[in-house]
Structures are given as structure tokens and as C-alpha cells.
């Protein structure tokens, strides 16, 4: 790996190396930048890192303090936030959908939410590139704009097979994907062996993520990963340009110098360092002349719904994913509220089940019963998308973590709106359920896929970056992940994010920063 000094200047330093952070590192040094990024968390060795174990893969989350507050406040964790080189996309279970078009233009067509200052089709080539280089695999999709898939689907076991029936009863049409595993071996990756420890890390390699897909192709193009580096300050002159980064490294201080900068830490740590960046010039932090850095966090409403069946299901025997309906995603106004929910097969493990059956209120010997059925039972879930608040925000808390940054507290409330679409799919995953003659059903509440709080907008008193991730008003600071999205849709956001990283580096170009005119300029001029 290429190592850079910590007086040179490079082209692009990337705080994050997520789904965002690395597939832009990877565009931008196949364009000839001199690219660094700063990861906080460690460069995972899946051979020696990972046990296939539901307790052992607890380092592969997020887990340091963070407060929360609000009416509906959200456990942030295991199953919205990532450390370490990969991102969440390292224990996501796979799922890869696009989002549709009528998520870039939700207040146009539904009178709720935002526009996006970006269209579909500005990410749809970048959707296709992607969708062949994870691969993706899936049947043909014919919800939002219907498209087919490099890989076909994937075999389905004997509990999605029962929740199809049941959707089929109802007149619910599913299809099996989409998922970023590839269907056979590709390349360097062997073919999924149906483990089903997905989201505590794919310790084959056949599951995508930034780590086995990106992340290879760019060191070779001389991309230098630094792990283990956790950024504190964003540092500017005093013209306002982003000079370099502060970062700690072995509880020792360290400075890099950069032309250009992106965030990319996700809907948490990224409102976190740009609150923190202050000066005398951004009193406030970064990009927050308008008080909006942090606001607008979103999550999706995620329950879970699992039902009994007399023959032996094993929802453990195959990725996560294996089914999903998007039948209910646009907005239906006989359903009294707006936009929608996508409908997907989850397989918890016994950690994740015992969990599900405490949530549904049993203890002791019931529980105990519970766990020893675990073989019959197979588990559904949703994700409605819920809309954005300026009140749902990220601050920072007087707390401070080891190394006296204050930690970040995130404020959530529901509105009515989210609150209906919530029981109305639930709701319908119960029909489902039924519907396949389940002898039993359990249900959990839960929240998934922390997007937001940076949202890109086409003007600085609406958002926080404009329509090609630069901050308004700093013309070499960037913002390239899950927090720059104005709304979620409700699909998984993990291509999206690649989708906008993809573009970014597209829009870029050949092009580098200019430091007296703090500009673009062609590189090749």
C-alpha cells in the first residue's frame, strides 16, 4: 500500500471508508488523484478478525457512548452503524435495491418532505455499474423503474417459500433479491455457502461490501488506507478553505495536509466532526451558517414479524435476504398517509431470536420454550420510510470521549405520518403470516438505516451541501455519504450511497482543487 507522508499534501483525504467514502476513493484514484483515507475503526482480516458468531462480531459495530433523547429515541448500534474498513456495509444483510424515482422529487409528488436537487436518472448509470460490480442477483424488479439483474436469483429456503404463499393469498407479489452476493463465485470471491452469518460479517467474502470489492482496486491504483485514525477537526484558514485534518492515532495527535476533503462517516459521526470543526470563521462548525448540519436524521420503521409453522423452517440456513415486495412503496392515499414500506425476509440468529420473544414479553421458563422452538420459526419485516424533521437532529453532548471530543446525541421523534405507515405494514406482515397458516406470531419494534443530517439541497438555506456534495460556501470541503440524502425512500440505502459516491467522482473528473482560486481544474489543461 502507497504510504503518504504527513506533510505531503494530498489530493483528496476521505474521513470514512464506507460504502461512500471508498467506492469514491477508488473512482478517484483511477482518474490519477493522490487519495488518503482516514478510517477509525481497523482494517479487517475476515480470516483472522471474524468468528461466525453473533457475540464475537460485536467489534464490527459502532459501540461507543452516544446519548439519545427524544419521544421515540433510537438504540443506535449494531444494525445502523459500522467501524472500521467496509462500514455497516460489513454486517448489512445484503440487500441492494435501488431507489425509485419518485424518491428524488417526494414534495413535488406527495406535498411531504423534500426534493432532491438530483433526479434518478443522474444515478442511474451508476446504479448499473454498480449492480455488475458487487454483482447484484435477483429476479427481473418491476417496481420503480423496472430492470433486470447481472446474476439471477438466488435458491429460497423453506420459510421464504411459506411467507411467499401467504403473499401470494393476499395477492402480494414478491420477488427473490435483490442482493449483493453473487450467484456462483466471481473473480477472487468463492459462491455463497448459505451461512447465514451475513450480518455479523461474511467471513467467505461472497457477500459485497467496500472491503472485498472497492477497497482491492483501490490500493492497487495507489490509494493509502490509514485504520485506526480517529478524525476530531476539520482545519481551515482564514479564507474559510479546509486546510487538513486533526486525527488520533495510538492516543498520539497527528495532522494531514489536503487540497480537498470529504466526510463520509455516516448520519452520525459526520454532523459530529462538522459541529466540532469551529474557528473563529465557523463559529458554529462547518457548513452550518443556517443551523442545518445535523438536522433531518432519519430512520426507517423496521418491525419484525414471526410466525410458527408445524415442519422445520431453519431461518438461519440461508443469507438474510431471500424474498422482498415493493408493492407498497409509492404512495397510496386510501391508505390515509404518505408515501410507503417495502416488505423483506430477515433470518435472526438465536441472540437476534431471544431478543424477538423478550420483545413480545416473555421471560423465564416461556422464553426458554421459545428458544428451544427456534427451528419452526420464520421471520419477516418492513421498512417504512418515515420523513424527515428538523427536530430529529444530531448535537453535540457535553460528554467527551477519549480523546475530548464530546459525543454525539441524537434527538428523535415519530410524527403521525410515520406512526401510521408503521402500523399499517406491520399490519400486513401479520395478513402475510396468516395468510400461510402460521401457528403463532411474534412481533418486535425496531428502527433501521440511519440516513440524513447533511442533506444536499439547490440552495444553502434549504441544506447543507449542494447538488455535487460541496459544502456551501467552502469550495474544497465535500460530504459523501448517507447523511447528504434529503429523503430515504424504503429501500436499504447501501447502493444509493455507492450510487452518489459514483457520481461525485464522475463530476470531479479529472479535475483537482485549486488552491489559489480554490476552485476546480482540469488536471489535464
Known amino acids: 500500500m502507497r504510504r503518504y507522508s504527513p506533510d505531503e499534501t494530498v489530493d483528496m483525504l476521505i474521513v470514512g471508508a464506507g460504502a461512500g467514502g471508498a467506492t469514491l476513493a477508488q473512482r478517484l484514484a483511477r482518474k490519477g ?22 457475540a464475537g462480531a460485536h467489534p464490527l ?27 455497516s456495509m460489513i454486517h448489512y444483510a445484503g440487500f441492494t435495491p435501488r431507489f425509485h424515482p419518485s424518491d428524488f422529487e417526494v414534495y413535488t409528488r406527495d406535498g411531504v418532505a423534500a426534493d ?23 429476479e427481473f ?7 433486470d439483474y447481472p446474476h ?28 449483493g452476493i453473487a450467484n456462483g463465485s466471481f473473480g477472487h470471491r468463492p459462491h ?43 482545519e481551515t484558514d482564514e479564507t474559510g478553505r479546509c486546510t487538513g485534518v486533526t486525527y488520533f492515532h495510538d492516543n498520539q495527535e497527528h495532522f494531514q495536509a489536503a487540497e480537498a476533503i470529504t466526510v463520509a462517516g455516516y448520519s452520525i459521526e459526520t454532523p459530529r466532526l462538522l459541529l466540532h470543526s469551529t474557528s473563529s470563521r465557523f463559529p ?8 442545518l448540519v445535523g438536522r433531518g436524521i432519519m430512520v426507517q420503521g423496521a418491525p419484525q414479524v414471526a410466525g410458527r409453522f408445524p415442519e422445520e423452517m431453519r431461518m438461519y440456513k440461508a443469507p438474510p435476504p431471500e424474498i422482498s415486495s415493493e408493492q407498497f412503496y409509492e404512495t397510496d392515499p386510501g391508505r390515509g398517509f404518505a408515501r410507503g414500506f417495502s416488505i423483506q425476509t430477515v433470518g435472526p440468529l438465536p441472540i437476534g431470536w431471544a431478543e424477538h420473544v423478550l420483545a413480545d414479553g416473555h421471560w423465564g421458563q416461556s422464553l426458554r420454550e421459545y428458544m428451544r422452538d427456534y427451528n419452526h420459526w420464520y421471520t419477516i419485516g418492513c421498512l417504512s420510510e418515515l420523513l424527515p424533521r428538523a427536530e430529529n437532529r444530531v448535537t453535540l453532548a457535553e460528554q467527551t470521549d477519549r480523546n475530548g471530543m464530546p459525543v454525539a446525541r441524537l434527538d428523535y421523534t415519530q410524527c403521525e405520518n410515520d406512526r401510521a405507515n408503521i402500523a399499517y405494514a406491520k399490519n400486513k406482515l401479520h395478513e402475510i403470516l396468516h395468510a400461510a397458516e402460521a401457528q403463532d406470531i411474534l412481533t418486535i419494534d ?25 459544502a456551501w460556501g467552502i469550495p474544497n470541503l465535500f460530504v459523501c455519504d448517507g447523511s447528504v440524502m434529503p429523503t430515504q425512500g424504503s429501500a436499504n440505502p447501501a447502493l444509493t450511497i455507492m450510487a452518489l459516491a459514483s457520481r461525485l467522482a464522475e463530476r470531479l473528473d479529472g479535475k483537482r482543487i485549486d488552491p489559489a482560486s480554490k476552485q476546480q481544474v482540469s488536471s489535464h489543461a
Open 446 to 470: 425496531r428502527y433501521a438505516h440511519l440516513v440524513g443530517g447533511c442533506p444536499m439541497s439547490d440552495k444553502p438555506e434549504t441544506g447543507v451541501i449542494d447538488r455535487d456534495h460541496r
Open 284 to 291: 458554529n462548525g462547518l457548513a452550518n451558517e443556517n443551523d
Open 141 to 147: 424488479w418491476p417496481w420503480g423503474d423496472p430492470h
Open 33 to 54: 488523484w493522490r487519495v488518503l483515507v482516514l478510517e477509525a475503526g481497523p482494517f479487517w482480516d475476515p480470516d483472522e478478525d471474524w468468528v461466525s458468531d453473533e
Open 152 to 179: 439471477g436469483p438466488h435458491p429460497v429456503g423453506a420459510g421464504a417459500l411459506k411467507a411467499w404463499e401467504g403473499a401470494r393469498r393476499l395477492g402480494i407479489e414478491m420477488r427473490v433479491g435483490p442482493v
Open 61 to 87: 459495530y459502532w459501540t461507543e457512548e452516544r446519548i439519545i433523547g427524544g419521544e421515540d429515541p433510537v438504540e443506535l448500534g449494531k444494525n445502523n452503524c459500522g467501524r472500521g474498513v467496509g462500514g
Open 116 to 138: 432532491w436537487p438530483i433526479t434518478y436518472e443522474d444515478l442511474k448509470p451508476h446504479y448499473e455499474r454498480l449492480e455488475r460490480e458487487l454483482p447484484v442477483a435477483g
Open 192 to 234: 455463497c455457502i448459505y451461512r447465514g452469518f451475513c450480518l455479523q460479517g461474511c467471513k467467505v467474502g461472497a457477500k459485497a461490501s467496500p472491503l472485498v470489492t472497492h477497497i482491492p482496486d483501490a490500493l492497487e491504483h495507489g490509494v493509502e488506507v490509514r485504520a485506526d485514525c480517529m478524525v476530531t477537526q476539520i
